[in-house]
């Protein structure tokens, strides 16, 4: 383990390993197996890059998306690793030449997509070879119960029958208890390790409101507490993506699309533009985001309610992976909700997977119908129990509930009267009493519950109604026009041997929550950042690589706490290894020299 922190200073410029990092290097290098769950930014690309580094022989990762192989290997090139990727972008001589890397033992990881990896082909080239470990990057893609099933994954389980003696660490950021057990199950880890970290992310707010014109909604949360900052908005639909950038350039905002039926070229372009350039906001359907390292992203917006805690978690993730404030903001409604139960039930899936999903979208309804902290029931999908977390909306500002039960008697028995046969909408109008030739020609401007809800609006039956399903007492069938369902819960409620207590109607706007970084505290320390800031956007410029890679925002900060004067103070500045201070060290130093010189010319003045 010595030489283990040895590599994660002088090689990654880490100061010491993070939670049970140094028990997963010390069980790989070791030779042994492991599974480990780490949020995202947790550091897991150091639980086998380290290993990699200690043993001999080449590593072969296993990651899903080409982006990602590229920013990986860019990164470790940048920290004087030698690192490759081979995918359907990469030439044929580029190929030749990293397979006599391989035979030659000068390469120490190498990056595969899993169809590669499992091919005949590959397989006979490793077996002439020394490999020192195989890691399976996103794990969770192995089984139908996680949220990007891949069958190509299943088929990574003959690694441990071809190489039983070479260690294998499965990787990823999300699984609850069904998909850890696909995991072990087809990647043959039943004996590994297991190694869980906290998904806890203590750095993000979240923030989740009710959908009332959803684009304004989305360019006030952008205007007054993200302006300036790089994010991510993610939509249901190709057509929503272009309106809602389409929206946020008409109000002065330096949005980009990104979905799959943009031509390559955009979507290739949009994503560079992202990733190297500061103040974009990508508005993207969830094809975007899993290949992408950005650490700097300030927020991730959902305009649409995701399709499962595991899609909301990721997605969410992708903010704040430097492990500074970070803001998750959603906006749902209850078409949303409708919709979203819809295409899982005009899916091809089986019966057994269209529960699965079921649950899982309703899993997601429950957090966003919650008065109780965000944090709590997201952490409790993936086994873990919390307190209230004090950093999301309904901790900053708590909903006071009110004794709704009368109001709510009158929605489950005009849900019974209608005959559980019509959606929200009809039973609504119903309810308020709306002339309607629908509801006359049905004869329900008869029943006892017509227009016995007249005073209260829309709007506010909608809210009732969307709390209800929260709340267990209706349910809606996606078969049959999405009509509300009476549930068991509901008996009690009807009988009144039951008393509701809902969220208000109407919500007072939540404390606006900014979340950057108080550590600008004068004037000075802000030129300074903008400087290096500058220098790092020329250096990844320079070297056809995202300013990340240079460095993050935390090395950035450092330097400015610290002010460094040589070149030895820089191996005390977080994220500088031996070869960034080799190969920009001195241009760091010429930036704090000059803003130094600048600072003593402007006291004097003053």
Known sequence: MN??????????????????QAQIVETVAAGGNAMVLMPTGGGKSLCYQIPALLREGVAVVV?????????????????????????????????????????????????VAPERAVSEKFLRFLDHHLISLFAIDEAHC????????????????????RYPHIPRIALTATADSQTRADIKHYLHLQEAAEFTASFDRPNIHYQIVEKNNGKKQLLDFIQKQMRGQSGIVYCLSRKSVEDVAAFLRENGLNALPYHAGLPNETRTEHQRRFTREDHIIMVATVAFGMGIDKPDVRFVAHLDMPQ?????????????????????????????????????????????????????????????????CRRVPLLRHFGEA????????NCLNPPVRFDATESVRKLLSCVYRVGQSFAAGYVISVLRGKADDWIARNRHDT??????GADLSEKDWRSITRQCIGLGLLDSDPYHFHALRLTEAAKPVLKGSETVL?????????????????????????????????????????????????????????????????????????????????????????????????????????
Request: charged share 25%.
């Open 502 to 606: 809902l969220r208000p109607l109407k919500r007072a706007k939540a404390a606006v929550q900014t979340p950057r970084g108080d550590w600008l505290r004068t004037e000075r320390e802000e030129r300074l950042w903008q400087a290096l800031r500058q220098w790092r956007i020329g250096r990844a410029k320079a070297d056809n690589v995202p300013a990340y890679i240079v460095c993050g925002d935390r090395t950035l900060q450092d330097i400015v706490r610290r002010m460094p004067k040589q070149l030895s103070d820089l191996s005390e500045i977080y994220g500088l290894g031996a070869a960034k201070i080799t190969q920009f060290g001195a241009e760091i130093l010429a930036v704090c020299a000059r803003f130094a010189a600048q600072q003593n010319d402007f006291e004097e003045m003053a």
């Open 386 to 393: 919390s307190e209230p977390c004090g950093n999301c909306d």
């Open 447 to 452: 029943l006892s519950t017509f227009g016995i």
């Open 308 to 372: 499962s805690i595991e899609h909301f978690y990721q997605e969410s993730g992708r903010a704040g992976r430097d492990g500074l404030p970070a803001h998750s903001w959603l906006c749902y409604g209850m078409n949303n909700l409708m919709l979203l139960r819809e295409r899982i039930a005009q899916s091809g899936a089986d019966e057994t997977q269209k529960q699965i999903e079921l649950q899982k979208l309703n899993a997601v309804f429950d957090v966003c119908e919650t008065a109780g």
């Open 142 to 161: 192995v089984s139908q119960w996680g949220h990007d099933f891949r069958p190509e994954y299943r088929q990574l389980g003959l690694l441990a029958q």
């Open 3 to 20: 030489a283990a922190r040895h590599i994660l200073q002088t090689t990654f410029g880490y100061p010491d390993f993070r939670g049970n």
């Open 63 to 111: 990651s899903p998306l080409i982006a990602l192989m590229d920013d990986q290997v860019a990164a470790l090139r940048l920290a004087g690793v030698e690192a490759a990727a081979v995918h359907s972008g990469v030439p044929s001589e580029q190929l030749h030449q990293i397979a006599d890397a391989v035979s030659a033992g000068r390469l120490k990881l190498l990056y």
